[in-house]
C-alpha cells in the first residue's frame, strides 16, 4: 500500500534524494573504518535493501533508497561528521545515552527531519510525535509507540522512564517493519504490534528490560529477527539462551560498541 510523503516536495525533493544518494554512496565506502568496523546488517525489503548498522549503545543508522535515518545518535566515538547526512534523525528521549545536541548536529543539514518527543524539544529542534501519532517521511511509514518502566523505579512511584514521555518507534520500509524499542520493559501495548520483521530490545538494568523480559517481549509479538541493544552491563547471550528452540524468532548478537 503506498503511503503519501510529508517532506518537502517539489524539485527541491528531487534535489535532496539525489544529494543523499550521491553522499551515502560515498559514505558507506569508508563505512568500515569509520565504525570501528562495524558492519551494517541487510535486509531484503519491496523497494530495495533495507540497511542497518549497529553503532553505539542506542544509536543505530538505516539507510534504504538512498536516505539515511540515524537513530539516537550520541557521543564521540562514532565519526558522525564524516558520515552522510541524515534525511531523517529520531529521537526516543530525552536522557543523554539517547539525546546528543553536538552529536546531531554533525548528521543533520538543511532538509533534515528530526523527529522526538516533547522534553526531547527543549534541548534540540524538532517535530514532537507522541505514543500512537503516525506520520510518513520519503515513503518511511514512522509509528511513534509507547516506551516506558512498570517495575524499575528510581524513587518509590517513580519510574526511571515514565509512561508518555519516551517513544519506541516501529518503521515501515516497503514490506518490512523495524521496531527500535526505546527504553522500555516489556510493557502490555507490545502485543498490539503486528508484523515485526527486526527488533532492537533493550537490556540493561535497572534502567530497561532483564533478559528475561526481553524474552517475554519477543514471545509476545514474535519479531522474525531480534538484536539486543542498549545492553551495557547484561549479556546478550542470555536472550539468546532464553529463546533457543523459539519457532520463528532469531536472535542476532552485535557489538554496540
Known amino acids: 500500500m503506498s ?21 551515502m554512496t560515498a559514505g558507506l565506502l569508508v563505512q568500515a573504518s569509520l565504525l570501528r568496523a562495524a558492519k551494517p546488517e541487510v535486509f531484503k525489503t519491496s523497494q530495495g535493501d533495507l540497511e542497518i548498522t549497529p553503532l553505539k549503545h542506542a544509536s543505530l543508522m538505516l539507510a534504504w533508497k538512498g536516505m539515511v535515518i540515524q537513530v539516537d545518535p550520541v557521543g564521540d566515538s562514532t565519526d558522525y561528521g564524516s ?14 545515552d539517547h539525546l546528543d545536541p553536538a552529536a546531531a548536529a554533525r548528521v543533520t543539514a538543511a532538509g533534515t527531519e528530526v523527529i522526538l518527543t516533547e522534553k526531547g524539544r527543549d534541548k534540540l529542534a524538532g517535530t514532537v510525535m507522541k505514543n500512537g501519532e503516525t ?17 524499575h523505579m528510581r524513587s518509590p512511584n517513580m519510574p526511571f522512564h515514565p509512561r508518555g514521555e519516551g517513544n519506541g ?22 502485543k498490539d504490534l503486528k508484523d515485526i520483521d527486526v527488533a532492537f530490545l533493550p537490556m540493561n538494568l535497572p534502567y530497561t528490560m532483564t533478559p528475561e523480559m526481553a ?25 539468546a539462551d532464553l529463546l533457543k528452540g523459539e519457532k520463528g524468532i532469531e536472535v542476532r548478537i552485535r557489538e554496540f560498541y
Open 169 to 190: 518507534y516501529v518503521l515501515t520500509f516497503g514490506d518490512v517493519r523495524v521496531y527500535v524499542a526505546g527504553d522500555t520493559e516489556n510493557i502490555p501495548e507490545m
Open 3 to 23: 503511503l503519501p510523503a510529508q517532506g518537502p516536495g517539489g524539485r527541491g525533493t528531487t534535489m535532496w534524494r539525489t544529494g543523499f544518494v550521491v553522499a
Open 135 to 151: 506520520r510518513t517521511v520519503d515513503g518511511i511509514r514512522i509509528e511513534a509507540v509507547p516506551a516506558y518502566n512498570l517495575v
Open 215 to 239: 524474552a517475554d517481549a519477543a514471545r509476545s509479538f514474535r519479531p522474525k529477527v531480534v538484536y539486543p541493544y542498549h545492553y551495557r552491563g547484561t549479556d546478550p547471550q542470555k536472550l
Open 83 to 96: 558520515l552522510p547526512k541524515a534525511r531523517l534523525v529520531l529521537i526516543t528521549h530525552a536522557h543523554s
